[in-house]
């Protein structure tokens, strides 16, 4: 399968390069940097430390999409909008691991779904993908006498909060106990707040040093408390998630996909 990485200069984009370049059934084919970048024209091998690959970055999208089979994504909202829209014209696999996505740029992906295969997911882990499953089942069966609470920490530089995976899995509990995240969710508490009401979904947000990923979704009832978690400790999992996931695309029909699709969680 012939892959093309976008943001290869960033960290993501590197390792994202390292992991084609160690999976059997796929190759690099092209790699997109940011205009101006510094590492345009550099060979993608060389700048991800793998050795040479003989695929030198480019700032220019099109025409490497047109060769290739599919593109990993892990950049911002803007530039995913516009990938999706190039994959959508060549018809092939995009992968998204982009965090901070807004309800008008799903509908856009949603949108390119109709002639690209979008596989989308605030987190390409296993772990992250099965603990969501559990959440999912465990507040379907536990009921609104359990507080819902997403506790999630990240590094220092990260931009965007909650986290993609924080959102993932209170969407993940919210369709267990089948009510709208949208509606029920509390994003922040500060001041007189009030008793909590029965049936949100509460968030906290820490961040600090350089955290890969922590995540719990506690689940606390009266004298009892389940606390479901997972903790990245190799940011190379995601990446090689995303590979999976392109990989699992490419024989698809277009449409709208996500790691629980990949992994076959869906009907957990």
């Known amino acids: 399968m012939r892959l093309v990485v976008v943001g290869a200069a960033g960290r993501m984009g590197r390792m994202l390069i390292k992991a084609v370049a160690e999976t059997g059934g796929c190759r690099l084919v092209g790699a997109i940097g940011r205009e101006g970048s ?13 050795g040479p690959l003989g695929v030198s970055v480019t700032d220019d999208p099109l025409p490497v999409f047109a060769q290739a089979d599919g593109v990993l994504d892990f950049t911002s909202p ?3 909008v516009s ?6 014209q060549a018809r092939i696999v995009h992968v998204v691991g982009t965090t901070g996505l807004q309800e ?42 359990f507080d819902i609470e997403v506790l999630e920490m990240h590094h220092r530089m990260k931009v965007d909060a909650p986290s993609g995976t924080a959102l993932l899995l209170g969407e993940a ?5 089948k009510i709208s995240l949208k509606e029920r969710s509390v994003r922040s508490r500060d001041g007189h707040t009030g008793a909590r009401h029965p049936g949100d979904i509460g968030f906290a947000t820490l961040r600090g040093g350089t955290v890969v990923g922590e995540h719990s979704v506690i689940f606390a009832g009266a004298g009892e408390r389940l606390e479901l978690s997972h903790r990245a400790e190799d940011r190379g999992l995601f990446a090689r998630g995303a590979v999976k996931a392109a990989l699992w695309g490419f ?7 996500t790691m629980a699709n990949v992994l076959g969680l869906d009907r957990l």
Not at 251 to 257: A, L, Q, R, S, V
Request: hydrophobic letters at 50%; glycine letters at 12%.
């Open 173 to 177: 509990a919210a369709e267990g106990r």
């Open 104 to 145: 008008a740029d799903f509908t856009k992906l949603e949108a390119a779904a109709r002639h690209a295969r979008i596989v989308q997911s605030g987190n390409m882990s296993l772990g992250v993908n099965l603990l969501a499953g559990l959440v999912r089942k465990a507040a379907a069966t536990l009921g609104e006498d």
């Open 38 to 50: 510094t590492a345009l024209g550099q060979d993608a091998g060389v700048l991800a430390g793998t």
């Open 251 to 257: 024989d698809k029909k277009p449409g709208y996909y």
């Open 78 to 80: 803007a530039a995913t």
């Open 83 to 88: 990938f999706a829209a190039l994959a959508a």
